[in-house]
């Protein structure tokens, strides 16, 4: 890997810095999530999947969810939303606002908060959406959802840790599990090697990652996953790290895994996940074929 200095790394990092404008992208997540916490005709059931103090999942039941619970045919599809923040901060509820899209695919939505560093280590934040999947899978057919149709997605460190969660060998897990638990995942502006990331100073200190922590938690160095596809986005306007960390996992993986990674013109590490909401847009529409996949 090339040599940089750390000022360097946190140039390309700091999405805060990058965007100018990111604390109001940030405080229009929060409203616009508010309001959909507080609308009362809006179905949504609160569950624990593990002992931490934020595991916990909220699931949004299909709007067309109808038909007997014990047809698979009549059950909706899954998606299953992990926040980012750098493992360090926000929570499910900071991402409320995206609900309506995934409701736009008639979907069974599962938005996961977890516990974050530095209280815990990230292989424990893994460790947690592990049992959160497993809780799905177990779970979400009395909520409407199909378990054989789990799809997951996640913007920046839920980017990836979706892409993680791909590579689970399930059945060791625990005994029963399908060893294709995700049928697809959707990564939007994921990380896939994170030696740049401990090397980042602004992360450093509440991330804790040493050179063998980073390899053995990066997807990129991990073999391809047997099951599944991945689709990766980033952002046209992103730094050229994430942009470069989009591509990386598709080298790594191949495009038979990874069949689509793509720079999405005019977009920014805030921006290309409001762009979800667009149902004419082009996230919407990677969401919608992820989603619809056989």
């Known amino acids: 890997m090339e040599t940089h200095t750390p000022q360097w790394f946190d140039s390309m990092y700091n999405n805060r810095l990058l965007v100018p404008s990111a604390m109001e992208h940030m405080a229009r997540w929060k409203n616009d999530s508010l309001r959909i916490l507080n ?3 809006i179905v949504r059931h609160e569950a ?3 002992s931490g103090p934020f595991a916990v999942l909220d699931v949004y039941p299909s709007p067309q969810s109808h038909g007997h619970l014990d047809h698979e045919e009549s059950l909706a599809p899954v998606v299953v939303f992990i926040h980012g923040g750098y493992w360090r901060a ?4 900071d991402h409320a606002f995206l609900l309506p899209a995934f409701q736009a695919l ?34 979400i057919q009395k909520f409407g959802g199909n378990r054989r149709k789990i799809h997951v997605t996640g913007h920046s460190a839920g980017g ?3 892409a993680l969660l791909m590579t689970t060998l399930w059945g060791a897990v625990k005994k029963g599990l399908p060893s294709d638990l995700i049928h ?8 896939f090697e994170l030696e740049s990331i401990r090397q980042t100073p602004f992360l450093a200190d509440d991330l804790r990652l040493d050179s063998q922590s980073a390899c053995a938690l990066s997807p990129a160095w991990i073999s391809a996953p047997k099951t599944g596809h991945l689709t990766a986005v980033v952002g046209g306007q992103e730094s050229a790290e994430f942009i470069r960390q989009t591509h990386l996992i598709q080298a790594a993986w191949g495009k038979e895994v990874v069949p689509v990674c793509e720079s999405l013109p005019g977009l920014n590490h805030f921006s290309i996940l409001e762009s979800l909401l667009d149902t004419k847009g082009p ?6 074929e992820m989603v619809e996949s056989v």
């Not at 926000?90 to 509820?93: C, G, I, N, V």
């Open 90 to 93: 926000l929570h499910k509820e």
């Open 283 to 288: 996230l919407f529409k990677r969401t919608r």
């Open 106 to 139: 008639n979907a069974c939505t599962v938005m996961v908060s977890y516990d974050l560093c530095p209280q815990v280590s990230m292989k424990e934040i893994v460790l947690e959406m592990v049992q959160a999947l497993v809780w799905v899978y177990e779970n």
């Open 160 to 162: 990836h840790l979706s």
């Open 48 to 50: 624990r999947y593990a």
């Open 39 to 41: 609308d009362a005709k």
């Open 184 to 191: 697809s995942a959707l990564s939007i502006s994921g990380l």
